[in-house]
C-alpha cells in the first residue's frame, strides 16, 4: 500500500529527527555540565577567605586576589559613572522625544547598532589610540574604565529605552492632561516607573564589564599590586586569568580559583537581573 | 479653510527645551563615538597605508614586520578557517537545540534548558579558553601533537556561537504565527514534518540573521582561540595545526610593536572592523526586510 | 450676557424665568438649563475642524459650552467625539500629524494662539479618561504630583488639598488611614474617583470626561455618576457618553454627533430636554430612539 509505506516512512523520519534533536540537547548539557564540573572541581580547592582579601605574590602562585578585586571595583565603577548618565540620557531622548521616522534617532539607533556589534579588540585598539595615547592617560583604570564606558554603551541604550517603551502610554496621556511638563513627567513618573527594567539593564553592563578582556589588555594594563590611583594601572579578574594561565607556569590552581570566583559573580548577577525582568514585565501586564 | 500645523514641541516651560537640548548633546556624543573609533584606526593605520601598498598586505613572503614584511594572509585564513569551521559545527546544533526548546522539549525543561543555554552565553571568553587550555587542549594533544590547534579553536568558538544561534533561532520560531502550526497539524502533518514544512522555512530570515550575527561573533573573538589555537603564523594544511587569528595577532603583537609594525596592527583592525559591520548591517537588512 | 441664538437651541424656554431660586437648587431641573444665570458661554467652538494626516476627524463643529453646566456629548462610535473633547485642552498636540482649523475660544482667549500657554490652559482643564489611570505610585503621591509641578511645596497645604478632594470625590472615608497605599490596589470605581479628585486637585474650571463609566461596573458606575452630578455648577463638564439613560439623568445640554462623508459633524445641540424629548432632527430622533447607530 503506497500510504502505509509513506506514512511509516514519515513516522521513521520523525522518530529519527526526535532521536537527533534529544542527542543534540543531550550534547549541549553534557558540556555544560563538563565546563562547570571541572571548574568547580579545580577552583574550590584553592578558595579560602585569604584568597579574597591578599594580593597577589609570585607573580599570582601564590596569595590571592585581593588587590585584583579592587581594580575590577574601581574600573567598573569609572566606566559605569560614564555610561550610565549618557546611555539613560539617550534612552529618555530615543524613546520619549524622537519620532520614530525622524534622521537623527535614526542615526543614533544606527550608529548604537554598530558600536554594539564591534569587536572588543577594536576597542582595545581604540582605547589605546585615544584613551593611552592621545589623551595621556597611559595604562591606567581611568583609560580603561572609559574604554568599556562605550563597550557598555549600547547595551545600557537599548535596554534603558525598551523599559521605558514598555510604561503605557496612558500614565503620559493622564500626564499630559494635568499639564506636566515632559520633563516633569520624565523624571518623577517614567523612570520610576521603569526602574526595574533600567537596574536589569545595568546589571547586564556590568556582567558584559566583568567578563571583558581584550579591550582592557591595552588599555588598562598587566599590573597586579593594590592601585593607588585612578592613573594606577590595575588588572581585572578576567585579565588574571588570562595572564595566569598563559604566562605563568605553575599558575593553574589560583587560576581555576578566579575562574570560578568571576563565573560565580556572573551567575549571581544574572539571577537578580532576570528576577527583575520577570518581575517588571508581569508589572506590565497587570497593570 | 486654513490649516494650521502644530507639532508636537511645546513652546512651554523653558526647562523642556534645555532638557532636549541636554539629551540630543548626548546622542550626539553617542553617535559621534563610532565616527571616532573609525577615525582613530584611519589615522593610525595611515603612517603603514602611507607606504605599503594595499597588495603587500596579501602578497608579501611571510608576516615578519622586523624585516618590514606584512603578509596577513595567515592570519586572515587562520580566521576564516577558525570562524567557519565553528559556524559549520554551532548551526545545527544551534537550530536543534531551538527546535528542542520549542516543540520537543515539555515547557519545564524547555525553560530549563534555555536556562542553561543562557548561562552557556554568560561565560567569559577568557574562561571558556581556559578550560580549553587546561582540558580540551590536552585531551586533542593525546590524539595528535601539539594540542594548541585550529580544531581547539573550533570547538571553542563553536561553543561560544551556539547559544547565540540557539537563542535567536528561538526567538525567530517563537515569532512563527501560531495558526500556521495549528493549520499544518489539521493537515495530518507529523512533528517533524510540520517542522521542516512550515516552521523553518518561515523563521528563515530570523534564523540566518542569528547566523550572521553569530559569524561576526565568532570573527572577532579574541582571548578564546588566543589561548587555544596555537599561534602559529602559517597557513593550516590539517585540523591539527596550530593557527594565529587577525585578532590573537593583533592581541599578541601590540604590546611591543612600533612605527610601521603598529600601524600595520591598526590596519587589520580596521578591516577587521569593517567586516563586521558590513556582517552586523546584512544581518539588520535581512531581519528589517522580513516582511518583503 | 446676551445669550447667543443659535439654532437648535433654545436656552429660555418652557416659562421659566431666569434668577429664580428653584426649590434650593442652584441649577433649575432639567428643564430650563441654568437657572440663576444667563448661561454664559464658556467654552466658544468656531468652524473648528480637526485632521489626522489626511483622514478628517472633525468637519466644522460650531458650538457653545456653557459656565457650570453639563455638557453630554453624544453619538454613535467613531464620529469624532474623543477628538473634540482633547482638542479642548490641546492633547491633540501629542498626536504626530494632528491639523486644527478654525478655533476654539476658552474663556475669550483663542487656544491656539502663539501667547497661549499650554500648561496653563491645561491646568484651568482636567481630565478623566475611560479607562482608570492612576499613576502606580501611593494614592498620596498620585495628588501630589501635579500640585508639587505646580509649585505647592509645602506639605501642609499639600494635605490640605489632598484631603479636600478626597472629600469632594467621597473616597476620604474609604482611604484615609491608607493614604501611602499603591493607587493600583483601590478598586476600578475608587481608582477612578482618585483619577476625578487629582483632575480636581489643581482647582480647575473646566472638567473633561471620556466615557468616564464606560469600564465599571454598574455599582461604581452610579457612584461615579452621582459625583460628577454633585459637580455640577462648580465646574463646567464636559462629558462624552454612549449611554443615553446616563446622558438624560444627568447632563444639562446635549451634542449630538454623526458621521458624514467619513468626517464627524454636529447634527444637533442644545439642552437636554429639548434634544431627548422634541429633536429637531430626524438624525437625532432616530438615535434617540435606538433606529439609528
Not at chain 1, 63 to 82: E, F, H, N
Not at chain 1, 253 to 258: C, G, M
Not at chain 3, 108 to 126: F, K, M
Request: neutral net charge.
Amino acid at each position: 500500500m503506497p500510504e502505509t509505506s509513506v506514512k511509516s516512512a514519515h513516522a521513521c523520519r520523525d522518530r529519527l529527527a526526535e532521536l537527533v534533536v534529544y542527542f543534540v540537547a543531550f550534547l549541549v548539557c553534557a558540556a555544560f555540565v563538563w565546563i562547570t564540573g571541572d571548574l568547580v572541581r579545580g577552583g574550590m580547592a584553592h578558595l579560602s577567605w585569604d584568597f579574597f582579601v591578599d594580593s597577589p605574590r609570585n607573580a599570582g602562585r601564590a596569595g590571592g586576589i585581593g588587590s585584583i578585586l579592587v581594580s575590577t571595583a574601581l574600573i567598573l565603577l569609572v566606566a559605569l559613572m560614564v555610561a550610565l548618565p549618557l546611555g539613560w540620557t539617550v534612552a529618555a531622548l530615543l524613546a520619549e522625544y524622537m519620532p520614530a521616522s525622524g534622521s537623527f534617532g535614526y542615526t543614533v539607533r544606527h550608529s548604537l547598532q554598530v558600536l554594539a556589534g564591534v569587536p572588543s579588540i577594536i576597542f582595545g585598539l581604540f582605547g589605546n589610540a585615544f584613551f593611552s595615547i592621545y589623551l595621556g592617560m597611559g595604562f591606567s583604570i581611568l583609560s580603561g574604565g572609559l574604554t568599556l564606558a562605550c563597550m557598555l554603551l549600547p547595551i545600557l541604550v537599548s535596554t534603558a529605552e525598551a523599559g521605558l517603551h514598555a510604561v503605557p502610554d496612558a500614565y503620559r496621556q493622564s500626564a499630559a492632561a494635568l499639564g506636566m511638563s515632559r520633563t516633569a513627567t520624565l523624571v518623577h513618573l517614567l523612570l520610576p516607573v521603569a526602574a526595574p527594567a533600567l537596574a536589569a539593564g545595568l546589571l547586564l553592563g556590568i556582567g558584559r564589564a566583568m567578563a571583558e578582556t581584550a579591550a582592557l589588555l591595552f588599555t588598562s594594563g598587566y599590573v597586579d599590586r593594590m592601585p593607588g590611583s585612578l592613573l594606577d594601572s590595575g588588572r581585572t579578574l578576567a585579565i588574571h586569568i588570562f595572564d595566569l594561565s598563559m604566562n605563568v607556569p605553575g599558575g593553574d590552581a589560583p587560576a581555576h580559583a578566579s575562574a570560578l570566583v568571576l563565573i560565580i559573580v556572573l551567575l549571581l548577577i544574572n539571577m537578580v537581573a532576570m528576577r527583575l525582568t520577570t518581575g517588571w514585565q508581569h508589572r506590565k501586564i497587570t497593570s | 479653510m486654513i490649516w494650521w500645523k502644530h507639532n508636537i514641541s511645546f513652546r512651554s516651560a523653558q526647562i523642556d527645551t534645555l532638557t532636549i537640548w541636554l539629551l540630543r548633546g548626548g546622542a550626539g556624543i553617542a553617535a559621534a563615538l563610532v565616527l571616532l573609533i573609525l577615525l582613530f584606526l584611519a589615522v593610525e593605520s595611515w603612517p603603514a597605508l602611507r607606504h605599503i601598498s594595499p597588495e603587500r598586505f596579501l602578497t608579501d613572503p611571510s608576516w615578519n614586520p622586523g624585516e618590514g614584511m606584512y603578509n596577513l594572509a595567515p592570519m586572515v585564513s587562520g580566521t576564516l578557517y577558525a570562524a567557519g569551521g565553528a559556524l559549520l559545527l554551532a548551526t545545527p546544533l544551534g537550530i536543534i537545540s531551538a527546535l528542542f526548546i520549542a516543540y520537543y522539549a515539555s515547557p519545564r525543561s524547555g525553560v530549563i534548558y534555555q536556562r542553561l543555554v543562557e548561562l552557556l552565553a554568560g561565560i567569559p571568553s577568557v574562561v571558556y579558553g581556559f578550560w580549553g587550555l587546561i582540558t580540551l587542549v590536552p585531551l586533542i594533544n593525546q590524539l595528535h601533537p601539539p594540542g594548541a590547534s585550529l580544531l581547539a579553536g573550533i570547538l571553542i568558538l563553536a561553543l561560544m556561537i551556539l547559544p547565540t544561534i540557539a537563542l535567536t533561532a528561538h526567538a525567530a520560531l517563537l515569532a512563527v504565527p501560531g495558526e500556521y502550526l495549528r493549520g499544518a497539524a489539521a493537515l495530518g502533518l507529523s512533528r517533524w514534518g510540520m517542522i521542516r514544512g512550515v516552521a523553518l522555512p518561515t523563521a528563515k530570515t530570523g534564523i540566518v540573521a542569528g547566523i550572521m550575527l553569530a559569524a561576526g561573533r565568532a570573527i572577532g573573538e579574541t582571548m578564546a582561540v588566543l589561548m587555544v589555537a596555537g599561534n602559529v603564523v602559517q597557513h593550516a594544511t590539517s585540523l591539527f595545526d596550530p593557527v594565529r587569528t587577525l585578532t590573537a595577532n593583533i592581541a599578541l603583537e601590540m604590546a611591543y610593536a612600533m612605527n610601521d609594525h603598529r600601524a600595520a596592527l591598526f590596519v587589520s583592525g580596521l578591516t577587521l572592523m569593517l567586516l563586521v559591520i558590513t556582517l552586523s548591517g546584512v544581518a539588520e537588512w535581512l531581519v528589517r526586510n522580513r516582511h518583503a | 450676557m446676551s445669550s447667543k441664538k443659535r439654532s437648535g437651541s433654545n436656552t429660555l424656554e418652557s416659562g421659566q424665568p431666569i434668577g429664580q431660586d428653584n426649590n434650593g437648587y442652584t441649577l433649575g431641573p432639567m428643564q430650563a438649563g441654568p437657572a440663576c444665570c444667563d448661561p454664559q458661554p464658556l467654552i466658544q467652538v468656531e468652524n473648528f475642524s480637526l485632521r489626522y494626516g489626511a483622514q478628517i476627524a472633525l468637519d466644522n463643529i460650531t458650538l457653545d459650552i456653557y459656565r457650570g453646566c453639563i455638557t453630554a456629548l453624544i453619538g454613535p462610535s467613531g464620529c469624532g467625539k474623543t477628538s473634540f473633547l482633547s482638542s479642548i485642552n490641546r492633547l491633540t498636540d501629542l498626536i504626530p500629524g494632528c491639523r486644527i482649523a478654525g478655533c476654539i475660544r476658552v474663556d475669550g482667549s483663542d487656544i491656539h494662539h502663539a501667547a497661549c500657554n499650554v500648561q496653563a490652559l491645561r491646568r484651568q482643564i482636567g481630565m478623566v479618561f475611560q479607562k482608570p489611570t492612576p499613576f502606580p505610585l501611593s494614592i498620596y503621591r498620585n495628588i501630589e504630583l501635579p500640585l508639587r509641578e505646580y509649585g505647592i511645596t509645602r506639605r501642609a497645604d499639600i494635605n490640605v488639598t489632598v484631603e479636600q478632594v478626597l472629600q469632594d470625590v467621597g473616597l476620604w472615608e474609604e482611604v484615609h488611614d491608607r493614604l501611602d497605599a499603591p493607587a493600583l490596589s483601590l478598586s476600578g470605581g475608587q481608582q477612578q474617583r482618585l483619577c476625578i479628585a487629582r483632575a480636581l486637585a489643581l482647582d480647575p474650571k473646566i472638567l473633561l470626561m471620556d466615557e468616564p463609566c464606560s469600564a465599571l461596573d454598574p455599582i461604581a458606575s452610579g457612584v461615579v455618576e452621582d459625583l460628577i452630578s454633585r459637580l455640577c455648577g462648580r465646574y463646567t463638564i464636559v462629558i462624552v457618553t454612549h449611554n443615553l439613560a446616563q446622558a438624560r439623568r444627568i447632563a444639562n445640554y446635549a451634542a449630538f454627533f454623526w458621521i458624514k462623508n467619513h468626517a464627524g459633524r454636529l447634527v444637533e445641540f442644545g439642552n437636554c430636554r429639548q434634544i431627548f424629548e422634541a429633536p429637531a432632527h430626524e438624525l437625532t430622533a432616530a438615535y434617540i430612539n435606538g433606529a439609528r447607530g
